[in-house]
Each structure stands twice: as structure tokens, then as C-alpha cells.
């Protein structure tokens, strides 16, 4: 259900576990318990390489990036519950910590700013870029759901202040959006559901998987970030994995095949007298099956 559904499951009682709820919607004194964790899931905004408005050039990649607001999408778009690090990567992995995202430094907006100036796309009267008379203007799908819509909402805000106009469509999730995307749109907004993150990386941005059957929607082909995902797979110890996680971690955010944004927290209100329920660290899918509920 959207959000008026859940709080609603919230005030009737007649549920066991409500998935995605604020904090602030259960009553004062309330006896539901409030469960969260980090999500090993993450939304992200994927700009096609074969797009004329030339996304294929790393340094364009970097300067979009440069403009987003992470902490402010996280704020907007997950009500401040959250986490907008800087990498493909999200904090609840347990690889994450072994990237600093100082290895991988991004540009300063005002770095940014005179990149697309160089690249051609400078500002026009009314603010907006253009290049030889064209806007820089692109379509950009995403999910039909209350929080890609927040956060595509706060995306167009932020790169509409800087000159670059997005214009979101929406698809029902998740075969219609997974259809929609193998049709090579300008632009994707997307979060990814698969379980191990890493691999969920891989999938959505090595080479081998920019073809039709593939995740790589965006079209990218960047040899860097293939062989260090290559070394990822081959690392053998825990150390091995711990420093090839940071390797694929800063080439990733070097190289750009997509801009990652921000992942967001599970949070689950669990009904009174409910035992058995409670979320597994570094899950992405919640498991039922151990709940014991009263009857009536």
C-alpha cells in the first residue's frame, strides 16, 4: 500500500508488520515497536552514453554529480532516514568502510560549473544551458511509486538551479519500468533490488551486461571499471576483498557509470503480543515466516 494505507494498517491494528513507516506516526505511548536498519539497496540516476547530449564523456558525468545534493535527497526524499555516502556501495555493506571517499574526489561546483562552460553548455538569459542552440534538456524514467517521485521531484529542483532541465516519466514498477528501460531511455532513475550489493553493481554497469538481456541500461563500457570488478571476483581472503571492495568502490566513482544517490532505511512497526520478527542484517528481503501472531 502507499502511505495513507500503511499509517491506516497503523490506526485499525489489524496487521502484524507494517513495512516503510516514519517513526512519528505511531501514537504517543503507542505499544507497536519501531525497527530499523540500513537497506543494502540504493537509488540511483543513470544517464545514457549513447545520448547526443554527450553523457558519454566522463567529465560531463562528474559535473552533473557535482551538482547533487546527496544529504538533501536523503532529507526530501527518505524524511532524513537515510544514507547519501558517496559511493555504489551503501553503508550497511560490509565492505563499505573500506572506502574513504576522498580516493575518489568529486568535483567542486564551481568546477563543475566551468566544465560544462568548456564542454560548450554554457548559460543562457533565462539560466538554462544551451550548446549550439540546444537545451540542455533531457527525459528521464522512473518508478510511479510516493518516494521516486519525492526524489525525482528534489533531482529536477537541484539540476534545474544549475542550468540543466530534467523532465521525469513514470512507469508502474517493476515489469512495466523493467520494459520501459529496454527501450534505452536518455536517463534512468532507479533503485536496485538484489540482494548482494556488489553483484548488483556489477549487473547495473560492467560491459558485458549492456546488452538488451543485461542491467546496464545506460549503455556504459568502461574497461577500468571492469577489471577492477574482474579482481573483486578473483580476491580470495577477507583482506583481498576488503581491498579490492575500495578499489571498485574508487574506480567506480572516478569512472561514473551511473551517479549512485542514496540509500534508505528499513523501518518496520511490529503490532503488540507479535513474536519471531525482526529484521536480518545485510537482508534485503524481510522473512515472515517466523512470526507468531495472536489470533483475534
Known amino acids: 500500500p502507499e502511505e495513507a494505507g500503511r499509517r491506516a494498517a497503523l490506526g485499525r491494528q489489524d ?20 525497527l530499523e536498519q540500513p537497506e543494502i539497496s540504493q537509488f540511483y540516476l543513470a544517464l545514457s552514453f549513447d545520448s547526443p547530449l554527450g553523457f558519454s564523456d566522463k567529465q560531463m558525468r562528474r559535473a552533473i554529480e557535482a551538482f547533487i545534493d546527496r544529504e538533501r535527497l536523503v532529507s526530501t526524499g527518505l524524511g532524513g532516514r537515510g544514507d547519501g555516502r558517496r559511493s555504489p556501495v551503501p553503508g550497511g555493506h560490509p565492505h563499505a568502510a573500506a572506502f574513504d571517499a576522498a580516493g575518489a574526489p568529486r568535483m567542486s561546483r564551481s568546477e563543475a560549473a566551468q566544465t ?18 540546444t537545451e540542455l534538456a533531457f527525459e528521464c524514467l522512473t518508478q510511479d511509486t510516493e518516494v521516486f517521485r519525492r526524489i525525482a521531484g528534489e533531482v529536477t529542483r537541484q539540476l534545474e538551479g544549475v542550468g540543466i532541465a530534467v523532465r521525469f516519466g513514470f512507469e508502474e514498477p517493476f ?17 536496485w533490488l538484489w ?18 538481456s543485461g542491467g546496464n541500461w545506460q549503455g556504459a563500457q568502461l574497461p577500468r571499471v571492469d577489471e577492477v570488478f574482474g579482481e573483486f571476483l578473483r580476491a580470495g581472503s577477507e583482506a583481498e576483498l576488503q581491498s579490492a571492495s575500495r578499489k571498485v568502490q574508487e574506480v567506480f566513482m ?16 511490529v503490532a503488540p503480543g507479535v513474536e519471531g520478527f525482526a529484521p ?16 483475534g
Request: charged fraction near 20%.
Open 15 to 34: 496487521a502484524a508488520v507494517v513495512r516503510a513507516v516514519e517513526p512519528d506516526w505511531l501514537a504517543q505511548g503507542a505499544s507497536w515497536r519501531y
Open 116 to 133: 560544462l562552460d568548456s564542454l560548450g553548455w554554457e548559460r543562457s538569459g533565462d539560466g538554462t544551458r544551451t550548446r549550439n542552440g
Open 175 to 191: 515489469e512495466p519500468f523493467y520494459r520501459a528501460c529496454e527501450a534505452h531511455p536518455e536517463a534512468i532513475l532507479s533503485k
Open 195 to 212: 540482494p548482494d550489493a556488489i553483484e548488483a553493481v556489477m549487473g547495473f554497469s560492467q560491459s558485458s551486461c549492456a546488452a538488451d
Open 254 to 269: 572516478s569512472e561514473l557509470p551511473y551517479i549512485p544517490l542514496c540509500a534508505p532505511m528499513e523501518t518496520y512497526a
Open 280 to 295: 536480518l542484517e545485510g537482508t534485503l528481503y524481510p522473512y515472515y515466516d517466523s512470526i507468531v501472531a495472536p489470533r
